[in-house]
């Protein structure tokens, strides 16, 4: 079983035993109110199915996985179920060149990004997909498309669509999606030259902290620079905010990109979400110019904030990097303090405690331990590669995390307050 999934899923539940038969690698498991919603690679040919919570037997007809499941596990791939619609981000070709945010079942239009357009995508990873408000958000890494260098940069992203989406008229963005933007997620330290964290490796869901709606992200450095790793916070409202913001554009193929003038953005402001009763209360009547000004301005001009100016983690120069989180806000005894745990490439967990300083949005973190997760009884030949920690979850009921390597499962405590006479405190 090929584990990326289950850290989207909203309650995954006990981890499903294996096998689950035709389906090989599994590549989306969805919990919904009929029971789980899960696709696999099929040998290259990817089918979605359901099945029953208990039994797990296969409940109804199995449809084709394209569009919602890559053909190879190696592919990134996130879904969230809403509004009775699947919404994916996935690749739908053998070569992973076509990518696409894309949303089917349900009663609404099926409808997708467009089709090989580096201003929509470029080369695009698939980090994860949260429902909040009218849209879901997608959260990724791309190639740069808005930097004037000569070598590949990549950078964080969140897009967002709305879920009211119907696609455009017959002549503009026919089943594809209108209010489809997206903007740089910017996690960085400040200084005289300002260092960037460009690389997201994994999110939270959107959490509540101190009234706020916030998403964390676990981000990196590129593979060639100073190894780093940083945890940045963004608040949901903020971040909603840069969609609101100004668009930037390339007005040659040879210029730089700049801000579009509000005086030169057509009207209804392109990308937002038809509003019922209004004179567009569907998108496929949005006016060709506010549809075709959308399909060729996806990006934000602004980025997304990071909250309280510095990332909440910062871990530079260590001998890997942290690729994999979860966040526990009910942990300590009055189960109101949060601990991030977070996974590193050397098959280790990085305990930190978060704590409030001052400032209403400041926080600061203290390190708590790292634990081992590698079991070589369990996991065998101790090596580079089958350390490779693939995925996390934390198992309140029974305060335990789950490790994911390419070969075993390893259950660790959360906590082992018996060793450490302090931490009782
Ligand atoms: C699975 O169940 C969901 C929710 O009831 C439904 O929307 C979807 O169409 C079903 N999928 C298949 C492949 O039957
Ligand atoms: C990122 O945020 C910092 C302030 O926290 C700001 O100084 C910097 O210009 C921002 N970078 C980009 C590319 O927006
Ligand atoms: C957690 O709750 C306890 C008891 O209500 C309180 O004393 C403590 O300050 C709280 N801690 C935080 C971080 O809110």
């Known amino acids: 079983m090929w584990l990326s999934l289950t850290s989207h899923a909203p309650h995954p539940g006990p981890l499903i035993p294996p096998p689950l038969p035709p389906l090989l690698y599994v590549c989306v498991l969805l919990s919904h109110h009929d029971g789980l919603f899960v ?79 580096s201003k ?50 017959q002549r503009v963005l026919e089943k594809q999606w209108t209010s489809y933007l997206k903007a740089r997620l910017n996690c960085s330290v400040p200084g005289d030259s300002h260092f960037y964290f460009n690389l997201l490796h994994a999110t939270s869901g959107v959490l509540h902290l101190q009234g706020r709606a916030v998403v964390l992200g676990l981000f990196s450095t590129p593979p060639n620079s100073i190894p780093g790793s940083a945890v940045c916070v963004f608040d949901m409202q903020q971040l909603a905010h840069v969609f609101e913001g100004r668009f930037k554009e390339q007005k040659s ?83 109101n303090r949060t601990v991030l745990f977070l996974g590193s490439t050397r098959g280790t967990v990085l305990k930190f405690l978060m704590v409030p300083s001052g400032e209403p949005v400041a926080h600061s973190s203290v390190f708590l331990e790292e634990v081992e997760g590698f079991n070589p009884e369990k996991c065998g030949e101790d090596t580079p590669q089958a350390r490779q920690l693939l995925s996390l979850l934390l198992d309140r009921s029974s ?10 499962l390893v259950r660790v405590p959360t906590s082992r307050c018996h060793l450490h006479a302090r931490c009782m405190k």
Not at 92 to 108: E, K, N, P, W
Request: hydrophobic fraction near 40%; glycine fraction near 6%; aromatic fraction near 10%.
């Open 39 to 117: 696709c696999g690679t099929n040998a290259f040919n990817p089918l979605c199915a359901n099945y029953t919570r208990d039994s797990l037997e296969m409940a109804g007809e199995s449809v084709s996985g394209m569009a919602r499941c890559p053909y190879d596990p190696r592919h990134a791939n996130v879904a969230v179920f809403a509004e009775g619609s699947l919404f994916t981000g996935t690749v739908t070709d053998f070569l992973a060149i076509d990518a696409v945010i894309y949303r089917s079942l349900g009663d609404s239009p099926a409808l997708r990004t467009v089709k090989h357009d």
């Open 253 to 335: 193929p040879e210029s730089i990109w700049t801000p579009v003038p509000d005086e030169l953005v057509p009207r209804p402001r392109p990308g937002g979400c038809a509003v019922e009763g209004s004179r567009f209360s569907s998108s496929n009547s949005l006016p060709d110019e506010v549809l075709n000004f959308v399909k060729t301005h996806p990006l934000m001009d602004e980025t997304v904030p990071l909250l309280g100016h510095r990332p909440w983690v910062v871990r530079t120069m260590g001998r890997y990097q942290l690729t994999t989180m979860v966040v526990d806000t009910e942990a300590g005894p009055q189960r």
């Open 120 to 169: 929509w995508f470029r080369e695009p990873f698939f980090v994860s997909a949260v429902e909040w408000g009218p849209h879901i958000y997608f959260f990724f890494r791309e190639m740069a498309m808005e930097f004037h260098h000569l070598e590949k940069v990549m950078v964080s992203r969140v897009a967002r669509v709305c879920k009211t989406d119907l696609g455009g008229s």
């Open 399 to 408: 305060h335990t995390l789950l490790l994911a390597f390419p070969s075993c």
